[in-house]
């Protein structure tokens, strides 16, 4: 009677496990399905029109995202804990543990990246209060874009005699 009553609670036990693990599978799909990868030119666009970005900065921004993410929404490196298309890191950053810009790190790995821009800021404003520049807070400008200063506009291709 006992042997069978073990016998029945492990394979209950699995059904959970295989359910849970199901589950789990399911959501990861949902979150890959609502992810994108912007153009440079499309992030560009949005950035232009968020709230609170400095407009002479969208070189850098689409500069340092080309390197932290390649535009990805998606993107999560699960050694250094950074989420999303700005790679915000999770110890600080998003929740949990990191509280600050109090997002779910999940939430910055999706195409909506209205939380992603206000928490990249708040990235921004609070290293550039400790070292006069958040742009340092990312890896991928200290190595890439540093050199990037002001808003760089394209030159335009015009012909002798052209007017525009």
């Not at 929404?73 to 509280?99: L, M, R, V």
């Not at 999940?106 to 821009?117: E, K, P």
Request: aromatic share 10%; hydrophobic share 35%.
């Amino acid at each position: 009677m006992q042997k069978r009553l073990h016998q029945t609670t492990k394979v209950c036990l699995q059904i959970k496990f295989f359910f849970l693990l199901g589950l789990c599978c399911c959501c990861r799909l949902l979150v890959e399905v609502r992810s994108k990868v912007f153009s440079p030119e499309e992030f560009g666009e949005v950035m232009r029109n968020a709230s609170g970005v400095n407009a002479s900065h969208i070189e850098i921004w689409k500069c340092l995202v080309k390197w932290e993410s390649s535009f990805d929404t998606a993107a999560h490196n699960t050694k250094s804990g950074d989420h999303g298309i700005f790679q915000i890191n999770e110890k600080w950053w998003c929740s949990p543990p990191g509280k600050y810009c109090q997002v779910a790190c999940v939430s910055l790995r999706d195409d909506d990246i209205t939380d992603d821009i206000e928490c990249a800021l708040s990235v921004y404003d609070e290293h550039e209060r400790i070292s006069g520049n958040g742009f340092r807070a990312w890896h991928g400008y200290t190595k890439h874009c540093i050199n990037i200063t002001t808003a760089e506009e394209p030159e335009l291709d015009l012909k002798e005699n052209e007017t525009i």
